[in-house]
């Protein structure tokens, strides 16, 4: 029998600020990319939700709510640090994990019972350590697939541990609000206001037939999803190594210029990483979170390995054009270097010459970067990016 886990820390970032710096604890405070009025808070502490602070909430409304609140700047390289910690912790009981940052993780625990016991001994254990070892709280669920687990973590949070037996999936799904089922973006919730549902089970328990005329052949996927239907297996983050790089801003953007400089410089130190260890990437994955808080993905695949940073670069270039379709600011980008293979380029007399020059100048490229640090080289596109985003 499958059995899967969802560990979720609520308000990450601003948790990860505590720990930072613990003249924080018990006040009001938020995440946020500016100090202008205009700005949104991207995460907020305890002490600011009581007071009826949410996270994509501008600052100015933010300030009359709580007098004494205070605009923390974003650490992306202490949310890598924590992040990598909690992998290296989940890993030692999982087989196969999934890491999707910001305190979202998922394991699979298929067949691990008699190493640590029944899954929701094993995950409250997990927990405890989370708080002994770093220091941080987590909700957590049990249940037979992703999908049932991360709507029960969610309804349950900010803490506790829930468990879905095998067989009581849609039992559980039919009266949680539908707003916690994954994947409803802003225009799928404006049918569903429409429809009048307030529950998962109503979804549910629409046939094919209503249930495209109401969404379009897509619903039917929703409808399942409300059913707790979900097959998707947890990627193993043991065998399939990825390099990923974020770029936080300063300030929520709209200028596609310079967030194409930030995305370049994320394909370079990416890529440098990548060949450093001798590797090449067949798959690209890129996250873009909206100053609103909504978040998209696009993927694109490769029959070959792309390498240099100018395949990376156009790659992603071209994955960003297909992904960002919201004419709103953006907070922060992330690129994920995926399906990494061992690199065998031995240029010789056979290899056309204007792909022996690229991989040589890639080369002499990469020898700098070795010897003076990341980003002496760049684009020029990239020095204007620089200046406005965190990056890590």
Known sequence: MRSVAHLNIVGFRAAVAALEDSTLVGRPYVIAGGTGGRALAWDVSPEALKQNIRPGMALAAAGRLAGDLVVVAPNPAAYQKVNMALQALISRYAPAWQNDGGGNLYLDLSGTG???GPPTDCICRIQNEIINSLCLK???????NKLVCKVASRAIRPLGLIEVRPGDEAAFLAHQDITLLPGLGPSLMKTIRVTGFRQAGELAALSDAETISLFGKKGILLRDIA????????????????????ADFFEDLIDEDIIRGALASLAEHGGLEMR?????????????????????????????????????TKAAGSLYQKTVSRRIRIRSIRLILENLAPLCIEPDLFEPKA?????????AVDSIQERYGAGKITRALVLAANKISNEE
């Open 114 to 116: 008699k190493l640590f």
């Open 355 to 363: 792909s022996t020059r690229t991989w040589l100048l890639q080369n």
């Open 276 to 312: 450093r260890d001798k590797l090449g990437m067949r798959s690209i994955r890129l996250a873009v979170e909206y100053s609103d808080g909504i978040k998209t993905q696009g993927l694109e695949k490769f029959k070959r390995l792309l390498v240099t940073d100018d395949e990376i």
């Open 138 to 144: 987590a909700a957590a669920a049990t249940a037979s």
């Open 227 to 246: 059913r707790g239907i979900d097959n998707t297996p947890v990627s193993s983050g043991n065998g399939n190594r990825i390099i990923e790089r974020q």
